[in-house]
């Protein structure tokens, strides 16, 4: 089987003037943490050959990051898309993505950004690996290809770790894996002139209405409101003695010190 | 607006837009100010496909359409006219005339390099006593054996200083009046190919505008595009193209000094608020984004009669005497929005106002281009 990776983006929406949201296609924007993950796999396969597939769910509208995508140098874009999946959370997202990537195997790697630049959750990468039963290496910032196998590194706590992972496998990457190239005018000619994006819609997914959309979210975004900061700045004067007394005063009467 | 273009159309424009905040935005005012050609930019921009934007994939082009040539120009020349500039007459007065009338052998030769960004194109009409009077132009290319001999002082050359492949309008017979006028391509290092001192301008001072001049140039007789004669039907077609092109850079700047006027008119107070709650200054911006949105649609309708092969000389025109127009009406009240500030090289809007005020004269002045519209207007009528 010849290398193939899939990878998973999103089109987020670039402005929300005044808190409000329009989905249309100048409004869209490729996810911005996802471009790296695209980037990985596209020098993935300089180095394997093989192919790489970029999957995306939502309304159609989504179709232009799809062909972006294409024009940098995917091989296949698919877009599950179809009513029924609106209003999911990112667990009804996972199930998705889950299924249409069960319908594009097989596979050696999916690759996933961090987060999104719009709900910012971070949650569908992890999700979904384990939603198809796939070893994870979360927030990876470096990697380097060998024959059978894949060694990537990522650091928590202050400490590098280096996983060899055999394939197949999931991984999140960090935006600092590698610089996304520039789309080539030629490539979006192609891409929009020539390739096609393929949907797949509910039927295709083998999945139930119980499981994706609103009804298969059991989390719901009740409200959403930009947080107020009230922080204050006081600068202490006086001798260094005298600041200190000052400081441990405070910060008694604040309860941060018994 | 977005129903308008294709996705194709948006997505162009958001990778432009991206490459070009990135690459051309911080060092805009810099190169202003150097008169510097940005050399490791325009690599940049020929390895993405910016030097071949209509040329077919087949010859190594980007394949684009017309619409896509004017926002590639729109958004370029929104962060740095003088590129804005290179970019659009390389592609439209120097690329397309060499496809349109060019043989499959000289396209083979002068295109697919140019495409690639490997030499840039120059076009070389406007000489002393020549320009809106192109019938005047007195360079000579006389016939000797199987050469030509090429003698020429072209003035005001855009891309000059860096041009390898030069369109010289000349006369193949000096008798026959606009009749005896020729293109013909002259190279970059051929013996008596001269490049002028580069001109020190008000604006677009980025692109390196030069005269040159061939003193008994030698090159052979393959080297005549189309027809002996045909030079002033060239001309007048690449010009169709390059107006629209010169629209979208006066488009560009417009909506550039527009945006940095807003940002201003947020941040800068008086009377204990930000400008922007002045009806004086709204009333600007305004007029400012009306006429932006107008000039817009012009260039797009006259680009999208282009992608249909349908005639649109008239609309070309219209759009780039509109355009450009309204891009010095538009740069000088964010100068005015600006107050002090604004006519000061310390804000961008100081350089959008230069800039803008070629777009009147260059690829035919205003007047000129009246003369072509009401002509056009009467014919139509009958």
């Known amino acids: 089987m010849t290398f193939h990776t899939i990878v998973c983006i999103k089109a987020v929406v670039a402005q929300a003037p005044r808190g409000r949201i329009v989905r249309s296609t100048a409004n869209n924007r490729f996810n911005p943490f996802d471009l790296p993950a695209l980037e990985t796999a596209l020098q993935l396969k300089a180095h394997y050959g093989g192919s790489v597939t970029v999957l995306s769910m939502g309304p159609p509208t989504g179709r232009v ?20 999946l609106a209003g999911a959370d990112t667990l009804a997202t996972s199930t998705t993505l889950a299924a249409a990537i069960r319908k594009l195997a097989p596979y050696h790697l999916v690759l996933y950004g961090t987060r999104t630049a719009d709900s910012d959750t971070g949650q569908v990468g992890p999700q979904t690996a384990v939603a198809l039963d796939l070893p994870l290496v979360t927030g990876v910032h470096a990697f380097r290809p060998a024959d059978n196998h894949l ?7 202050h400490l590098v770790e280096s996983f060899e992972i055999d394939f197949p496998a999931a991984l999140t990457v ?11 005018l030629a490539g979006l000619a192609q891409a929009f002139d020539d390739q096609a994006v393929e949907t797949l819609g509910l039927a295709d997914l083998d999945l139930t209405p119980e499981e994706i959309g609103e009804t298969g979210s059991p989390t719901r975004v009740v409200s959403l409101k930009p947080c107020k900061r009230e922080r204050q700045c006081q600068f202490l004067e006086g001798e260094p003695a005298a600041i200190t007394d000052q400081l441990i005063q405070q910060w008694t009467e604040k309860g941060l010190l018994d | 607006m977005d129903k308008l273009l294709a996705d194709k159309h948006i997505a162009v424009r958001r990778s432009v837009r991206t490459f070009c905040e990135r690459e051309l935005r911080p060092i805009a005012a810099e190169i202003d100010q150097e008169a510097r050609f ?31 040539y004017a926002i590639i120009i729109e958004e370029i020349s929104r962060v740095c006219a003088a590129m804005g500039l290179c970019v659009t ?51 000579t290319a006389i016939a000797d054996g199987d050469d030509y001999i090429l003698n020429a002082n072209k003035v005001f050359v855009t891309n000059g200083g ?50 040159i001049r061939l003193y008994d140039c030698r090159v052979p007789r393959d080297h005549l595009i189309g ?19 010169i629209a979208a850079q006066a488009v560009g700047i417009a909506q550039g000094a527009l945006e940095e006027a807003v940002q201003y008119a947020r941040q800068r107070r008086t009377f204990g608020t930000p400008i922007e709650n002045h009806q004086a200054v709204q009333m600007m911006i305004a007029d400012m984004a009306t006429q932006i949105q107008a000039a817009r649609l012009m260039v797009y309708r006259a680009a999208e009669l282009k992608d249909k092969n349908a005639p649109f000389g008239q609309e070309s025109a219209m759009a780039k005497l509109f355009a450009s127009e309204i891009a010095c009406q538009v740069t000088d009240a964010a100068v005015q929005i600006h107050g002090g500030y604004g006519y000061s090289k310390a804000y961008a809007v100081e350089r959008f106002y230069r800039d803008a005020r070629v777009t009147r004269i260059y690829e035919g002045t205003s007047e000129v281009h009246k003369m072509v519209i009401a002509r056009s207007v009467l014919q139509s009528m009958g």
Not at chain 2, 202 to 208: E, I, K, Q, V
């Open chain 1, 174 to 184: 960090r935006p600092d894996i590698c610089p996304p190239r520039d789309i080539e």
């Open chain 2, 227 to 245: 027809r002996a004669g045909q030079g002033l039907q060239i001309g007048m077609a690449a010009l169709d193209t390059g107006r629209m092109g």
């Open chain 2, 162 to 211: 860096v041009a390898d492949i030069c369109l010289i309008f000349a006369r193949t017979d000096p008798a026959a009046g606009r009749k005896g006028i020729s293109v013909v391509v002259a190279e970059r290092g051929l013996p008596g190919f001269v490049v002028g001192d580069l001109e020190n301008l008000c604006g677009m001072r980025a692109n390196p505008v030069s005269s």
């Open chain 1, 151 to 157: 060694q990537v590194e990522r650091t928590m706590d």
């Open chain 2, 38 to 68: 940005p050399w490791d930019i325009v690599e940049k921009m020929a390895g993405l496909g910016y030097f071949g934007i209509q040329v077919p994939r087949t010859m190594d082009g980007a394949g684009l359409d017309a619409v896509s």
């Open chain 2, 89 to 139: 007459v390389h592609n439209s007065v120097a690329v397309y005339p060499l496809m349109a009338f060019g043989t499959d052998r000289q396209k083979e030769r002068w295109v697919r390099p140019m495409a690639r960004g490997e030499k840039i194109g120059a076009f070389c009409l406007t000489e002393p006593n020549a320009g809106s009077d192109a019938g005047a132009v007195s360079a």
């Open chain 1, 65 to 84: 990051i799809l062909a972006e995508a294409l024009a940098m140098g995917a091989d296949r874009a698919v877009l599950a898309s179809d009513p029924a």
